[in-house]
Structure formats: structure tokens, C-alpha cells
């Protein structure tokens, strides 16, 4: 198994990449179509169900600035892959690099304990924790606006912004009644 590493290769000039990692790929392409319309700078966006990445293509892959974990909280098996890909990536992928983003979280059929279990999981990696609707139009919009301003500082095109300042301000934190059932 190969980690995926941060800094092991150079950044594109006025370009950035990210990495959209979700097992099912129902709201990875619209994201993905989304993403690619920004102007002001290229967003680079390939997809993957699970890592690690292949290693016969890892010599011409370009360095990812942004690793974004999508989890649907109607399926077990979204997040037991994001736990699974975890391991895969570097530590220092953590320092403001990873994001999580979580579909389907108003759906009555997404169980609790998984969305504390993801919470859980954001906050002891220190990463932020994005909730968005994955059905509408405008969800899809909003989920992009937000991703493309952690992108921008992850990839370093925000003077006097670091990744790892701005996964400070954005972290998931987790109370410390988080064992307590949630929506009583």
C-alpha cells in the first residue's frame, strides 16, 4: 500500500487539484462538473471510490492540494470506506489538507450514532466537517462555494492564509456530551 502524500511533488502553476473520494458516486460527478467551472484559477478534480490510488499512473498524477472524504449517512459502507481510505493518506495531509463532507443527513434513514460516529471522526482528526444537500441544485452550488474556499487556501492562493490556520477556524469539535443521544 502506497500513501498518498502532500508535498512530494510541485504545484501547478495558478492551478489547483483535489481529490473527491465517496464509495457510491452518486454526488461526486455533479460536484466534480461544479467544481471545474471556476474561473479565476483551474481546479484540477479527479475521483475516486476508495484509496489508495492506482500506482501504475502515480509518476505523471499531480500533487493533490485537497483531499475531500464525501460520506452519505444513509450507507454503512460510505463511511467504513472513508475510514479504510484513511489510512492510505499521509499524515501531513492532516494539516489542513482533508476535509469531510456528509450527504444525506436530514434523510429520517440515516441512523444517529453514524452521524456522531462522523463527527466523532472530524474532530479527532482535527478536519472540518461540511454538511450539504445533495438533491437540489443549489446545494450542489453551496457545497461548491465552500469547497473551492478551503481549495484556495489549501493550495495556497490566499496571501497570509495557511491550511492549517484555516482548518483551525473551520475544525468539527465535538462537545463533551457527544456520548449523550443526540435530538432528545
Known amino acids: 500500500m502506497s500513501l498518498l502524500k502532500p508535498f512530494s511533488k510541485l504545484p ?15 454526488f461526486q460527478q455533479s460536484l466534480a462538473d461544479a467544481l471545474v467551472q471556476e474561473t479565476s484559477f483551474t481546479v484540477n ?13 502515480e509518476e505523471s498524477r499531480p500533487r493533490i492540494d ?3 472524504f464525501i ?17 492510505c493518506l499521509d499524515p501531513g495531509y492532516f494539516l ?4 469531510f463532507m456528509v450527504i444525506n443527513a436530514r434523510n429520517a434513514a440515516a441512523p444517529i450514532e453514524r452521524l456522531d460516529a462522523v463527527r466523532k471522526l472530524a474532530a479527532s482528526l482535527h478536519c472540518p466537517l461540511l454538511f450539504t ?8 452550488t453551496n457545497a461548491t462555494e465552500r469547497l473551492l474556499t478551503i481549495l484556495k487556501v489549501a493550495a495556497g492562493f490566499v496571501p497570509m ?8 477556524l473551520t475544525r468539527s469539535t465535538v462537545s463533551s456530551d457527544i456520548d449523550q443521544p443526540s435530538f432528545d
Open 12 to 26: 501547478g502553476l495558478n492551478s489547483a487539484n483535489i481529490l473527491l473520494v465517496e464509495s457510491k458516486e452518486e
Open 45 to 57: 478534480v479527479r475521483l475516486a471510490k476508495s484509496l489508495p490510488l492506482p500506482m501504475e499512473n
Open 66 to 68: 485537497l483531499v475531500v
Open 71 to 87: 460520506i452519505d449517512l444513509t450507507s454503512g459502507l460510505s463511511f467504513q470506506s472513508t475510514e479504510a481510505s484513511l489510512k
Open 96 to 99: 489542513g489538507k482533508v476535509c
Open 133 to 140: 444537500e445533495d438533491q437540489t441544485p443549489d446545494g450542489v
Open 161 to 168: 492564509a495557511t491550511a492549517l490556520y484555516l482548518s483551525n
